[in-house]
């Protein structure tokens, strides 16, 4: 009896490929970097052409270049230069890949498919990661602003209007893709760009009263927790906010649903909740916005069948989407006020472990019998600790292996973070097109070459784009 092929067989060879081609750039890296290439060259008897003391002169470095090394004012290098770590753009990078991946399916495999209601997958932790890194540069962008003496007025007007510009560009993202004219009595209005505005217009807001221009107690007894401590009246308006979201998620009555329901509704609980879906968030946006106005389709109702629309970005989740922002917003602060390596890493993975416990707590290290279950479509409490707290050991790795150690230089995925809104938005606008995707048979190994490919199509445009210097901001 012939045993049934393994299914996994593609990802094996997909992961095997894409190991030997890392092994290969960093040894290319490596030879570019100590010119083995021009001692290969000579080996093989390349000497003939080349003048052996030019040869030198070009390794070791001319007269004219070492005069230019050692003075300290022609040469930029001896100039104190702001510090710009790659992590944070490869951290964004590897995000915005992972999403491109997960949205074009995948290659069909399950764990890259969103959770259908509690759990997590790989699909799950992209959209949280990329906006506590929104966070993150949040504190560098304002303060360096600050330090350029713009008006915090004018700060808050560039807040406004990016916000405005995210929320739009999301309505075009809802709208795109379809073969005939919206119907604007049925537009979608949440959406991930639209979280990602709401978002940064509260976080950014909320932190643009509270920065602070110098750090002036960088030598205080109680200088080990400043990074808190200066920002306190902020933590107390995103503890606030979390209370606010448990108190109306767990105390608002709901019309014939049970209070504090966290469940999917439809056929789940025996179908004694089937219009229950998503408890009191789901029936904040049926109210608010309608039921012509929100996601129709959510992933539980494959499973569940669901009788009434839910939005996984809806209005509720962008309360507890703000403190996954502000803890994006808090290594960033780690990184402002203390400039040794191990100060950065020992809060990194002591921020990084005591969130992930939280949330282990909360769900009660389960996947529906918690309090509050890790869940993505509620942006659940629990859902956003266990995120932050992976994020900020991502970061760390990041950290470590790209500024520090300097063993990766975060390729390919430094040059999507350098460009990830116009990487994200040309996906969602084209991910039907030619040559990006096309008809396959509906198997692992035919989708899975397909989808890798359409996300390495995005990062060779990203690269493209890097190469001839254009970066797009909003």
Request: with cysteine; aromatic share 14%.
């Amino acid at each position: 009896m012939n045993m049934p092929a393994d299914s996994n067989i593609p990802i094996y060879v997909a992961i095997g490929i894409f190991v030997g081609l890392a092994l290969i750039w960093v040894f290319a890296i490596n030879c570019h970097r100590r010119h083995w290439w021009n001692r290969v060259l000579l080996s093989a008897g390349a000497e003939r052409l080349i003048d052996p003391h030019a040869y030198a002169s070009q390794d070791l470095g001319s007269m004219q270049n070492m005069n230019t090394n050692i003075n300290p004012v022609d040469n930029e290098e001896s100039r104190p230069k702001k510090e710009r770590l790659k992590s944070l753009d490869t951290f964004r990078g590897i995000s915005i890949v992972i999403m491109i991946f997960v949205n074009y399916k995948g290659g069909g495999y399950w764990f890259f498919h969103h959770s259908r209601w509690n759990g997590l997958t790989v699909a799950d932790l992209v959209f949280p990661w990329f906006v506590f890194i929104m966070g993150t540069s949040m504190a560098f962008s304002y303060s360096s602003l600050l330090q350029k003496c713009v008006p915090k007025w004018k700060i808050f007007l560039k807040i406004l209007k990016r916000s405005c510009i995210l929320f739009v560009l999301g309505l075009i993202v809802n709208t795109a893709g379809g073969n005939s004219p919206v119907s604007l009595p049925h537009l979608r209005i949440p959406g991930v760009l639209q979280r990602f505005a709401l978002t940064y217009l509260i976080t950014a807001s909320v932190h643009l009263v509270f920065i602070r221009e110098a750090d002036i107690h960088m030598h205080s007894y109680w200088s080990r927790a400043r990074d808190i401590l200066y920002y306190w009246p902020e933590w107390i308006i995103n503890f606030m906010l979390i209370s606010l979201h448990c108190a109306l998620t767990f105390g608002l009555d709901v019309p014939k649903c049970p209070k504090g329901y966290l469940g999917p509704g439809g056929e789940a609980d025996m179908g004694k909740y089937s219009n229950c879906t998503g408890g009191v968030a789901g029936y904040i946006d049926r109210q608010v916005l309608g039921d012509n106005h929100i996601y129709s389709n959510p992933t539980c109702k494959e499973i569940y069948n669901t009788k009434v629309p839910y939005d996984p970005e809806g209005i509720l989740g962008t309360i507890t989407s703000c403190f996954m922002c502000f803890l994006g917003l808090q290594a960033g602060k780690i990184l402002m006020y203390f400039k040794d390596v191990r100060g950065r890493v020992v809060r990194f993975l002591s921020w990084g472990f005591v969130l992930s416990l939280i949330a282990a707590i909360l769900c009660k290290f389960s996947k529906d019998d918690g309090w509050i279950p890790i869940n993505k479509n509620l942006w659940s409490l629990s859902f956003v600790l266990c995120l932050a707290g992976m994020a900020f050991i991502v970061l760390t790795v990041c950290y470590l292996m790209i500024d520090v150690w300097k063993i990766w230089n975060g390729a390919p995925f430094y040059y999507p973070g350098m460009n990830s809104i116009v990487i994200y938005l040309g996906h969602e606008v084209f991910h039907n097109a030619f040559p990006v995707k096309w008809a396959v048979p509906p198997t692992h190994a035919s989708l899975l070459p397909l989808n890798l490919w359409g996300t390495f199509f995005w990062v060779i445009v990203a690269i493209f784009l890097y190469c001839k210097r254009v970066f797009v901001a909003i």
